[in-house]
């Protein structure tokens, strides 16, 4: 099997891995694999085009996305609480979605499926919820019930973005810490 790149050139092997001498490496670095290794070095040498420098908006994005990595604690309330409920669809007697006032639908995968490919307005809080429970209810052949938690437009205030601003310090941080990380890996050739 040959592997070519985007304008269909055969990529020659670096040097091929048998499966044995992949088994004694994965006991150093966790890596198992097998097959033909392409050096990268090689290959862009035979492609320079296909490298560019990476902008400095770029590297404050991977920087940003690296950070968002790292937390693991939620900020805020979910958008479905319990106590955020605008309205269900009914059929029958069985719940088969239930809108939050966010917006945020909750419903079984066959009510999913029947709702699915939508052309859905440009709305969000309850106004999308609105929206979305009068659709669903037509489609599902369904009857609406506004909860008691339902909120009008004017009375919603969108949660608080998990879309957390960061410093110039902290991605200037992020980056170095990036960097320290990938100096710090064994057994990686970084001659090119």
């Given amino acids: 099997m040959n592997i070519t790149d985007r304008h269909g050139h055969v990529l020659t092997p670096y040097m091929h891995v048998t499966k044995a ?5 994965t006991n150093n670095n966790g ?21 560019r420098k990476v902008t400095s908006a770029e590297v404050d994005e991977i920087a940003r996305v690296w950070l968002q990595q790292q937390e693991t604690a939620p900020r805020g309330r979910s958008d479905n609480e319990p106590d955020d409920v605008y309205a269900t ?5 069985q719940v ?13 995968n066959a009510a999913a499926a029947a709702v699915s490919g939508l052309d859905e307005p440009p709305l969000v809080g309850p106004a999308l919820a ?13 009857k609406v019930e506004i909860a008691a938690t339902a909120k009008a437009q004017s009375e919603w205030t969108p949660r608080a973005g998990s879309e ?9 941080a992020a980056i170095a810490a990036m960097q320290k990380g990938v100096a710090q890996s064994p057994g990686v050739d970084r001659s090119v």
């Fill in 21 to 25: 001498d992949s088994e004694k490496s």
């Fill in 31 to 51: 890596l198992a694999f097998e097959g033909d290794v392409y050096s990268f070095a090689d290959s862009v040498k035979a492609h320079p085009e296909a490298v």
């Fill in 89 to 93: 669809v009914k059929v029958g007697n």
């Fill in 96 to 108: 088969v979605a239930k809108l939050y006032n966010g917006g945020i639908a909750e419903m079984s």
């Fill in 130 to 142: 609105q929206w979305r429970v009068e659709t669903y209810a037509r489609l599902l052949g369904g």
């Fill in 164 to 172: 957390r601003q960061y410093s110039r310090a902290e991605l200037d």
